[in-house]
């Protein structure tokens, strides 16, 4: 699908891996939507690159469609939709005070797992309204964030991992699902980056943490993040697939 005039929507456009997504498919000609927390820097960086900001919270579900609604009808349309908002916690299975909390478990998931398939299924719904863009008759692509934790889980990572490994699991089903409709998925799977906290930590650090990488060793770039992005938008053989981005590293156990 190529992405001049397009409309699309960035899900934690306002930092990290969705800033420089957004940022990317605006310099490409798309008209550009940035959903993420009313606190957060999404007016200002919407305001940078010539999109529009609407402020939500991906684990309310009901402000998260109104939200998105609101996107669709100011862009005029759906095609291409970006879902990178996510976090996780540092807990083993058991700990020194007791086995994990569930209510923890359960808000990772639901922040990482449930909220991306709730964005999706609505995504979808937009989209499939939309009339054909190309002689393949594709209507739109959906992009969602996964992690290499999803296939080499650390220590610690238990919640994260079950979250992470549902997206890519979800992957190919919901790409079968909306195959007769034009709509392609995939996700993208990134290793260690300089997002959020790892983009404080010191070099020596980042270097003792990206030891297991083949080349090059270093943490990832948002930017190489939106360039995956971009190309995948671009390529429509691309779909039903998680797609590591991640310079060949397996995590350690810990």
Known sequence: MQIKDRCAVVVGGASGFGKATATALAGAGARVAILDRP????????????????????????????ALAAAVSQLGGLHVAVNTAGGGIAKRTLTKSGPHPLDEFRATVELNLIATFNL????????????????????GVIINTASIAAFEGQIGQIAYTAAKAG?????????????????????????????????????????????????????????????????????????GQTIRLDAGQRFAPQ
């Open 39 to 66: 606190a957060s820097a999404g007016e200002q960086v919407a305001g940078e690159i010539g999109a529009q900001f609407f402020g939500c919270d991906v684990t309310d579900a009901e402000g998260t469609e109104s």
């Open 120 to 139: 999706n299924r609505l995504q979808a719904w937009h989209m499939n309204s939309a009339e054909p863009v190309n002689d393949d008759g594709e209507r």
């Open 167 to 239: 997206i890519a699991g979800m992957c190919l089903t919901m790409a079968r699902d909306l195959g007769s409709r034009g709509i392609r998925v995939t996700a993208i799977a990134p290793s260690l980056f300089e997002t959020g906290a790892t983009a404080a930590v010191p070099e020596d650090m980042k270097s003792a943490l990206v030891r297991d990488a083949a080349f090059p060793k270093r943490m990832g770039r948002p930017e190489e993040y939106a360039r995956l992005a971009v190309a995948i938008v671009e390529n429509p053989m691309l779909n």
